[in-house]
């Protein structure tokens, strides 16, 4: 699942929620391979990457829920390199003020900001 748990989702950095996953495919793997395909067994859906493909999906139902039925894995590819990126579209904003401010008004612990992120 690409969603934090919810309600307190401890595993966010500013308590935002994935509301969308894209997977872009950044290297072809033949179907002759036997594995590297996406799988969503809830769903009954296999897809195999191809260079410059993506797949989109909503992680959260109608009422703003983890939607189960997205469970996914990426299955390893048994003969050839598998390349893909992942972008996650969040809820809210995410900067490290953002950041800053959901973990001075949390007292239970989080992750540490990133002097990094911006």
Not at 11 to 23: D, I, N
Not at 84 to 101: C, G, K, T, Y
Request: proline fraction near 7%; hydrophobic fraction near 35%; glycine fraction near 6%.
């Amino acid at each position: 699942m690409d969603t934090h748990e919810e309600p307190e989702r401890k595993s966010s950095y500013a308590g935002e929620q994935r509301t969308h996953t894209m997977l872009v495919f950044l290297s072809d793997v033949p179907e002759s391979d036997g594995g590297g395909h996406l799988h969503f067994p809830r769903l009954g859906l296999h897809i195999q990457p191809h260079l410059g493909d993506a797949v989109l999906w909503r992680n959260l139902t109608e009422d703003g829920q983890p939607d189960l039925r997205v469970l996914h894995e990426g299955v390893a590819p048994k003969s050839c390199e598998k390349l893909a990126m992942n972008v996650w579209v969040a809820d809210r904003p995410f900067s490290l003020s953002a950041i800053q401010a959901w973990q001075a008004s949390s007292s239970s612990a989080k992750p540490a900001a990133s002097q990094f992120l911006d």
